[in-house]
């Protein structure tokens, strides 16, 4: 894994140095985003300060992995997939800071294990679905097609647990393509 994710990098870097571009937000572009959730991040740029931001990783992880819910607790990482449709556009003059921000959903899969197995140790696979809203700076590197960014946001679950909150953070790179 290590491995794979090193490989990437450097292959990232070397398309940044390859070519050159300017700053776009017309398409599509492709990241890795470190945080909650963490992991692969595409977006989809379209219209003049429109786009669709999704996340597929994990979550859990950098704020605690063992946090209480409902009558009992999560002890673990669990899968993320989150989507959020996004407003955008330029800071003052300069083109290559952007802010956004936007709203979507969040779906995650978690370990839970409640109070009244803790004897055993027993837990259950929990499906969460909920709301998320972000909001962001993002950064286009000069003449290079790579962009970071950092965001806030939180997510408020559904199901199973009305309410249940999450305070979400992260920073990333995508190659815009």
């Known amino acids: 894994m290590k491995k794979t994710f090193a490989l990437l990098i450097l292959w990232l870097v070397g398309l940044a140095t390859a070519r050159e571009a300017n700053a776009q937000t017309n398409?599509?572009?492709?990241?890795?985003?470190?945080?909650?959730?963490?992991g692969v991040n595409v977006r989809k740029y379209f219209g003049t300060n429109h786009a669709f931001d999704l996340n597929v990783g994990t979550y859990g992880g950098i704020y605690g992995n063992r946090r209480s819910y409902r009558k009992g607790l999560y002890k673990n990482v669990g899968l993320s997939v989150q989507g959020h449709y996004l407003w955008h556009g330029s800071i003052g003059k300069?083109?290559?800071?952007?802010?956004?921000?936007?709203?979507?959903?969040?779906?995650?899969?978690?370990?839970?294990y409640s109070d009244r197995f803790s004897v055993v140790n027993a837990y259950d696979k929990t499906?969460?679905?909920?709301?998320?809203?972000?909001?962001?700076?993002?950064?286009?590197?000069?003449?290079?097609?790579?962009?970071?960014?950092?965001?806030?946001?939180?997510?408020v679950e559904v199901i199973p647990a009305p309410f249940f909150m999450g305070i979400q953070s992260g920073l990333g790179i995508r190659l815009n393509l």
């Not at 290559?96 to 839970?112: D, I, K, M, V, W």
């Not at 679905?129 to 962001?136: I, T």
């Open 27 to 38: 398409n599509w572009a492709v990241g890795f985003r470190i945080g909650e959730p963490a």
């Open 94 to 112: 300069s083109q290559t800071l952007h802010y956004y921000y936007g709203f979507g959903g969040q779906l995650n899969s978690r370990r839970y």
């Open 127 to 155: 499906i969460s679905v909920g709301g998320s809203g972000v909001a962001g700076l993002e950064y286009f590197l000069p003449n290079r097609p790579l962009s970071v960014f950092l965001e806030t946001g939180a997510y």
